[in-house]
Each structure stands twice: as structure tokens, then as C-alpha cells.
T-cell receptor, first 115, second 112 residues
Framework: DAGITQSPRYKITETGRQVTLMCHQTWSHSYMFWYRQDLGHGLRLIYYSAAADITDKGEVPDGYVVSRSKTENFPLTLESATRSQTSVYFCASTSVAGVGYNEQFFGPGTRLTVL | AQSVTQPDIHITVSEGASLELRCNYSYGATPYLFWYVQSPGQGLQLLLK??????LVQGIKGFEAEFKRSQSSFNLRKPSVHWSDAAEYFC??????????FGAGTRLTVKP
């Protein structure tokens, strides 16, 4: 089906483990984003990518790594998970240049719990 | 960087009543303003956006918002709320600095 998907939808892990959250979109959108959603903070941008092999930091990048070898995929890795990274993670994409200008299309989210 | 304030964390309205959700932004240049809705367990969906022109913008599901530059506000309104409108609502501001900031959200409860 066309759209933006995330996997897994739910994940429980332990402190210190590496975790990778997957994001896949079928629209060939050039821009992709990772946000975390926390109570009282709304959505905060972790990383974004303007195209394959081009990534940049957002507001809260520490502790996260991204890559984008293919346009349609944008995985987010927590190299050594901490309890403060317990959150709901959303992937989003948009087709037009300019992070600040355009509607973003969101995936359903991944709820990550770090014990 | 720009910022967004949604003063109301939680609002409860009766079905059929009117609704206004507040959003105040801070940005030194021309803002690009958005309202998104998040239903439980779902991602965000765009309700409406303002870039320029008419300061009253219409969106999906009967929502509208008014941009008031003098008040740095972009409040969301609906004349008659339906039970299906219960959700979390996010205001966002973007612009030419390659950044988009979201507010903390307002949770809407609809009483029967």
C-alpha cells in the first residue's frame, strides 16, 4: 500500500542496547524526518534528510544516528538506549523542498520503552 | 529559532458546542502556520495551513483558523463539535530557516 510505514509499532528494550526503528515511504518524497513525542513537549525534531545520503541534525539529535542510503528508507538508530529515550517516535516525509514550508505526512508511530 | 505556545493542555466541550483552540507563535520573519490533528494511536494529519493571503483559512472536517499578525496568533475554530473530533491538536510554525516547531498540543475531550 502507498504511504509511510514504521516498524516495529511497539518495542521494549533495555538500557545500553542498540535499537533501530525503521521508516519506509512509497511516495518517493525527497525529505524525511524523525520526531519524538513526549508529554508536555509536543513533537521535537531529531534528524531530517533532504535526499539520499544527506542528513542533518534537528533540535534533539544526541544519542541518535540516522542513515539514508535509499530515498524510501530512513532508519533511526539508538546506539546505546537510555531511559530518557522512552518516547513515541514518528517518521514523516514531504515532497517539496524546505523543512519549514510544507505539509508533512506522518507515519503511525513507534512506541519505544527503555527499561 | 521559532517557537509555539498552546496555552491549553486539555479542553472539554459538549457535543454541538463551538470550539476555539489557541496558538501563539514567535518568529521574526513571515511564518508558515499549520494545524495538525492526532487521533489516538495515529500519526498526525494536516487540518489546514496558512502561508499568505486571506487570514482566515478553511481546512478539512469543518475547521478554520485565523491568522492575526498583531497578536502572533493562529487560533483554530469549529462552530459545532462532533464526538469524532476528540483528539490531540498541534499547532506548528515553520519558515525559511529550515526549521519546523510544534506546540505541546491541546487534548480535546467531547462530552455527549
Amino acid at each position: 500500500d502507498a504511504g509511510i510505514t514504521q516498524s516495529p509499532r511497539y518495542k521494549i528494550t533495555e538500557t545500553g542496547r542498540q535499537v533501530t526503528l525503521m521508516c519506509h515511504q512509497t511516495w518517493s518524497h525527497s525529505y524525511m524526518f524523525w520526531y519524538r513525542q513526549d508529554l508536555g513537549h509536543g513533537l521535537r525534531l531529531i534528524y531530517y534528510s533532504a535526499a539520499a545520503d544527506i542528513t542533518d541534525k534537528g533540535e534533539v539529535p544526541d544519542g541518535y544516528v540516522v542513515s539514508r542510503s535509499k530515498t524510501e528508507n530512513f532508519p533511526l538508530t539508538l546506539e546505546s538506549a537510555t531511559r530518557s529515550q522512552t518516547s513515541v517516535y514518528f517518521c514523516a516525509s514531504t515532497s517539496v523542498a524546505g523543512v519549514g514550508y510544507n505539509e508533512q505526512f506522518f507515519g503511525p508511530g513507534t512506541r519505544l520503552t527503555v527499561l | 529559532a521559532q517557537s509555539v505556545t498552546q496555552p491549553d493542555i486539555h479542553i472539554t466541550v459538549s457535543e454541538g458546542a463551538s470550539l476555539e483552540l489557541r496558538c501563539n507563535y514567535s518568529y521574526g520573519a513571515t511564518p508558515y502556520l499549520f494545524w495538525y490533528v492526532q487521533s489516538p494511536g495515529q500519526g498526525l494529519q494536516l487540518l489546514l495551513k496558512y502561508f499568505s493571503g486571506d487570514t482566515l483559512v478553511q481546512g478539512i472536517k469543518g475547521f478554520e483558523a485565523e491568522f492575526k499578525r498583531s497578536q502572533s496568533s493562529f487560533n483554530l475554530r469549529k462552530p459545532s463539535v462532533h464526538w469524532s473530533d476528540a483528539a490531540e491538536y498541534f499547532c506548528a510554525v515553520g519558515g525559511g530557516n529550515n526549521d519546523m516547531r510544534f506546540g505541546a498540543g491541546t487534548r480535546l475531550t467531547v462530552k455527549p
